[in-house]
């Protein structure tokens, strides 16, 4: 039998993406780039312990807001703020099982911008977003702040939390996206990444253990 997608070499693998058996050398080429590799997919899994998160100063610097300092004390302070924010990022992946690492990285590009620019000159706007699944992405990361705010109001009778707060904490997520994305079109190592932290039933931010999920990129 020949491969399902090359129809030359002899297929010696099932592929669930394709529904049929695939030669190794087309599973290592189309990988999440032309073919939607489900998550349990053992040779999918087994690429990826192979793969290490890229080197941040190998990314495109100039898309990860550079001048954005993030030190360890920022870490530590706004620690439940990026739990949130991650977790806000993993309900809408487990939502939307279709969407990938790269809507999520737009998602956070964008809002991260619209932060930068409330922290710096107050002004709101909305930049429009056309993906109705970056979207609802969007929502929920708005919704999770404005919760958060609405807790703090309610603790301590104002909210202390600033928009260039938010901002570090997005441009974190961000870096962290990029780092842990094995780059290709349809990859999905950084929400499966969100969903080990977070599985589908467990509710948000709260018990200490979880202040261990931080990881600088």
């Keep these: 039998m020949s491969c399902a997608i090359c129809n030359r ?3 010696k693998r099932f592929c669930p993406a394709v529904h049929g058996r695939i030669c190794p050398q087309c599973c290592g ?27 941040i100063e190998e990314l495109d610097q100039s898309a990860l807001f550079p001048k954005a300092d993030i030190g360890q004390q920022f870490l530590y302070e706004q620690e439940h703020l990026i739990l949130g924010l991650s977790y806000a990022l993993a309900k809408s992946a487990h939502a939307d099982r279709g969407i990938r690492d790269s809507d999520l990285v737009s998602v956070l590009s964008t809002m991260a911008s619209r932060y930068e620019t409330l922290a710096g000159s107050g002004l709101h706007y909305e930049i ?14 708005q919704k999770m702040i404005k919760e958060y705010r609405d807790a703090e109001q309610k603790h301590v009778g104002y909210s202390r939390l600033r928009d ?9 997520l961000l870096r962290m996206a ?26 948000a931010i709260s018990t200490p253990e979880e202040s261990s999920r931080i990881i600088v990129p």
């Design 178 to 203: 990029s780092t842990r994305t094995s780059g290709r079109p349809k990859s999905r190592a950084f929400v499966d990444f969100l969903f080990r932290q977070f599985p589908e039933q467990q509710s």
């Design 164 to 172: 260039s707060d938010v901002f570090l904490a997005l441009v974190f």
């Design 9 to 11: 070499r002899k297929e």
């Design 128 to 141: 429009p977003v056309t993906n109705l699944a970056h979207q609802a992405v969007a929502s929920e990361l």
């Design 29 to 55: 080429e189309q990988r999440e780039i032309t073919l939607d590799c489900p998550s349990e997919c053992v040779y999918l899994q087994q690429a990826r312990e192979h793969e290490k998160p890229r080197p």
